[in-house]
């Protein structure tokens, strides 16, 4: 089992940046990988990022040059550095973790943290 914490989503004028972290109950280097995932109102939840166990990243075309997944290893974090923000990004932005080889996807998620990109 693991626990995921988020945080650092707010309110922010189009534009604007946020920074949201992630904090796992167990190391983040026993991860195979870990994403930030977003559902919008009447939306499904989509892939924003993800970056594996080797540092290695990808991303959603629609977040490309504005958002950034990155790791503090030693603070055992995950942060998404968004920059540009519009308000189609608002959403509950979702932390996941991939753990089981044989499953495919995330297998554990936090609660989320709302994000609002007012226009």
């Known amino acids: 089992q693991v626990q995921l914490v988020e945080s650092g989503g707010g309110l922010v004028q189009a534009g604007g940046s946020l920074r949201l972290s992630c904090v796992p109950s167990?190391?983040?280097?026993?991860?195979?990988?870990m994403g930030w995932y977003r559902q919008a109102p009447g939306e499904q939840r989509e892939l924003v990022a993800v970056?594996?166990?080797?540092?290695?990243?990808s991303y959603a075309d629609s977040v490309k040059g504005r958002f950034t997944i990155f790791r503090d290893i030693a603070k055992n974090t995950v942060f998404l550095q968004m920059n540009s923000l519009k308000p189609e990004d608002t959403a509950v932005y979702y932390c996941?973790?991939?753990?089981?080889?044989?499953?495919?996807?995330?297998?554990?998620w936090g609660k989320g943290t709302l994000v609002t990109a007012s226009s």
């Open positions: 996941g973790a991939d753990v089981y080889r044989n499953n495919p996807g995330m297998d554990y």
């Open positions: 167990r190391s983040i280097l026993s991860m195979l990988a």
């Open positions: 970056i594996s166990s080797v540092g290695s990243t």
